[in-house]
Nanobody
């Protein structure tokens, strides 16, 4: 059973930084594809950034330069640092895990926003 729990959201000011965390079940055989996604009200989840099994990092174009994904493998924790927050960053942020997939499939998760295992999410409100 895979568990993911996000934290770090809340009400934050425009221009400020924010770091979200996602604690997930420890991997046993190989690093999972780990993705941060966000969802606006009434919309589908969209990919923000992810790590593939080879530690390759990808970002969706709209967040490049302001979002930084990182992880602490030993602590099974994924992070998302957001700099220069904007009101349009207001969304529910979730982390997702996918195991035993190809790097190409991991890239598709970022593009399509679909994965097998999700956390409940953490709300970020920027004003």
């Amino acid at each position: 059973h895979v568990q993911l729990v996000e934290s770090g959201g809340g009400s934050v000011q425009v221009g400020g930084p924010l770091t979200l965390s996602c604690v997930h079940s420890p991997h046993t055989y190989e690093l999972p594809c780990m993705t941060w996604l966000r969802q606006y009200p009434g919309s589908e989840r969209e990919g923000v950034a992810n790590f593939d099994q080879g530690n390759l990092i990808r970002y969706t174009d709209s967040v490049k330069g302001r979002f930084t994904i990182s992880r602490d493998v030993a602590k099974s924790t994924l992070f998302l640092q957001v700099d220069s927050l904007k009101p349009e960053d207001t969304a529910m942020y979730s982390c997702a895990a996918e195991y035993r997939i190809s790097p190409a499939a991991c890239r598709r998760i970022l593009q399509l926003g679909h994965a097998t295992y999700w956390g409940p999410g953490t709300q970020v409100t920027v004003s």
